[in-house]
T-cell receptor
Framework: AQSVSQHNHHVILSEAASLELGCNYS??????LFWYVQYPGQHLQLLLK??????LVKGIKGFEAEFIKSKFSFNLRKPSVQWSDTAEYFC??????????FGTGTRLTVIP | DTAVSQTPKYLVTQMGNDKSIKCEQN?????MYWYKQDSKKFLKIMFS???????INETVPNRFSPKSPDKAHLNLHINSLELGDSAVYFC?????????????FGEGSRLTVL
């Protein structure tokens, strides 16, 4: 069985602060990893994804994530957040033929 | 053009009623899904449907029944609505093959059961 853990439930940052959101998964085989963002009142949108290759992946809006296989982690980072980054962030994992499983989400609030 | 569209966006109804939510995708994807997002923003898969094969999540009550007239449509019908069914329901689609797992979401349908 696969599962996804996002330990930060709510993160509050000031503009220009650096961001790192944690994501850990459990699955023994090959995984595809994703970060989705849900802006207030909107649907989920893909931020970035990892299938294979370079474990440091870059997504839209200056976000990046690093896959560390030994730690079963796929943390999301951004060097300098903006007020417009206020949203809910979801890590998701797809292992093998399984469906995509989402973490419980991390709410990010950026204070101007 | 909206890639994944759902109707209605908002639905308010009484307990015990039956309602449907429609979903259409114009991306040519083979797989479609229904997800339920509760008040705590937790996303839980309900169903996935791939080329006429329905994969049912066992935790979903049988009051929920998906129907797919063709691979571009996946509708969700809910019988005998209960208070706990209040949530936002997201339809999604994904391609098979190399990008499998990447989902394209609709804008959601907020269901409120009174």
């Amino acid at each position: 069985a696969q599962s996804v853990s996002q330990h930060n439930h709510h993160v509050i940052l000031s503009e220009a602060a650096s961001l790192e959101l944690g994501c850990n998964y459990s699955y023994g085989g090959t995984v595809n990893l994703f970060w989705y963002v849900q802006y207030p009142g909107q649907h989920l949108q893909l931020l970035l994804k990892y299938f294979s290759g370079d474990p440091l992946v870059k997504g839209i809006k200056g976000f990046e994530a690093e896959f560390i296989k030994s730690k079963f982690s796929f943390n999301l980072r951004k060097p300098s957040v903006q007020w417009s980054d206020t949203a809910e962030y979801f890590c998701a994992v797809k292992g093998g033929a399984n469906n995509l499983f989402f973490g419980t989400g991390t709410r990010l609030t950026v204070i101007p | 053009d909206t890639a994944v569209s759902q109707t209605p966006k908002y639905l308010v109804t009484q307990m015990g009623n039956d309602k449907s939510i429609k979903c259409e995708q114009n991306l040519g994807h083979d797989t479609m899904y229904w997800y339920k997002q509760d008040s705590k923003k937790f996303l839980k898969i309900m169903f996935s449907y791939n080329n006429k094969e329905l994969i049912i999540n066992e935790t979903v009550p049988n009051r929920f029944s998906p129907k797919s007239p063709d691979k571009a449509h996946l509708n969700l019908h809910i019988n005998s609505l209960e208070l706990g069914d209040s949530a936002v329901y997201f339809c999604a689609s994904s391609p098979t093959g190399g990008s499998a797992g990447e989902l394209f979401f609709g804008e959601g349908s907020r269901l409120t059961v009174l």
